[in-house]
């Protein structure tokens, strides 16, 4: 057993999220793991963690779940936020929490291979400040970090999330440049593998290897660099911008969820994109098959109608439109996000209505999400929706960034 004893919870089982938790309990950890449609909730899983660990796809996500945790949080728990969600997410964060909680924001360099050998980069944010606790905290978890691989102090709280994004907006970019320069010398009648061999010589030369062989086994999903890359968008960041274009456009071809490198083919024309992309984000519950959660065309995303069903097809809020318009906007705010839009980027909203006298307790709700100039709108009453209990539906159309 470890010094740190104290149970740990981990929310969030993908790619990364396994293997890291794996790791812990290898260590010696008791560790409890949660991931959504198990039946166990954020609330049940962190109930008695001195520490809380959430390695999540994105902000929206981050939110949801701690939101989600925190009747469960147990006094003077410590949360240490691993996603890459940025340091504006992180400070909301701070604010989400108790006063009592600690926050590391830790955000790690790597991949899949790394995760699971503890050869990661772990870029703390207020490991040494209060946020960690006093002593003994801040050291044991300085321990428990070491578990994933080498553990960088960059600073105060966000100090972590600022360094990978910075990263990110560098490393990211460099492989699409590389991707562009492939497709530029095959134009020229020059091949690939001639210019990676002229490259390796370079400064870009592990950049360029990387990219000579796409791989077949997914790493670093390209819509997370994309979605990476929209965390780092700022006036200044010409650059990032001009990448994330492209990966956005790799993405909208159906190249979401292949490895980033998967760019090269992509840019050299290895694959046509369609001109309508059907998109089913894995952060919404599954549809029945007969629709698509949303459909990109070029610049546009039309989002079908959503309604509040979890995972197994179930109503969740029977006969509460309050938690039934927050499972709704909760969906859009997920499938927003996946294609680096919020809910300022929705030019049309359209509300379907079993009772219209009800709609006080939905506006209440939409208000907390439609925050700025309302886009276009039509809510009309039906007699009844698709299922049973359904109180709701709401569609939308968006102009992406």
Known sequence: MTAFEGKIAFLGQGRMGVPMARRLVDAGHQVTVWRRGTGVTAAEAVRGAALVVTMLRDPAAVREVLTAALPGLAPGATVVEMSTIGPEVVRELRALLPASAGLVDAPVLGSVGPAAEGTLTVLAGGLDGPQAGDGAVAAGLREVLSVFGTVRACGPLGAGAAVKVAVMSAIVPAQVLVAETFAYGEAHGVPREALADVLAGTPLGAVSERLRVPSRETRYALGLAAKDLALAAWPEASLATAARRRLQEAEAAGLGGRDLTAIAGHVTGGRKGRRAVPLNPPTVPPTNGMYSHAVRAGDTLYVSGQAALDERHRVVGEDDMTAQSEHVFRSLERILADQGATFDDVTFIR??????????????????????????????EVPRLFMPGLLLEVDVVVALP
């Open 351 to 380: 509300t379907y209505l079993t009772d219209m006298d009800r709609r006080a307790e939905y506006g209440a709700v939409r208000r907390k999400y439609l925050t700025g100039t309302p886009p276009a709108s039509t809510t009309v």
